[in-house]
């Protein structure tokens, strides 16, 4: 069974949670959005420390034939530090800081059990792609990567009307 769009973000809200250089917690330290790039570049966020942020997450189906298809889900998601002193080393460190934490976060996502179902969830490494980004306070990672689970395309006999034409 495919994983929904909605337990793709609840296991990226429960890393972000996790994850002792993010500890998102949604009532105290909220550190863990659903954004875009574009809001995200105004820098209208009172974001501080390590966060994340998921963008929408597309998806598609692929696979050859119908018993062994998959549906992929393009994830993007970006790991951002807020500097109260903005420098070139601070900077740097940032983006060094950051790029340890996509590390992390791949390495989690690999192979990782997600959904009601438990699904298995894989990915491509050739499917990564990272790209440093900033909004002038925040300085970080933008991932993208194309996450697959298995997909059926059984009908479900239950949410369709019987046919009375036979």
Known sequence: ?????????????????????????????????????????????NMTGNNMILEVIPFKYDGSNRDNSFKVRDVAFLIT??????????????????????DDMLSMLQRARCGFNKTLITYDPETIECL???????????????????????????NWLEDDSN
């Open 1 to 45: 069974m495919a994983v929904k769009n909605s337990e793709i973000v609840t296991f990226f809200e429960d890393l972000a949670t996790k994850h002792l250089k993010i500890l998102h917690d949604a009532s105290a330290r909220k550190h863990f959005y659903r954004m875009e790039l574009d809001e995200f570049a105004k820098g209208t966020s």
């Open 81 to 102: 530090k807020s500097l109260p002193t903005i420098n070139k080393v601070a900077i740097s460190d940032a983006f060094d800081e950051c790029e340890a934490i996509v």
């Open 132 to 158: 440093q980004i900033s909004d002038g306070k925040n300085f970080g990672i933008r991932c993208f990567v194309s996450v697959k689970s298995s997909h059926n395309f059984d009908v479900i006999t239950a």
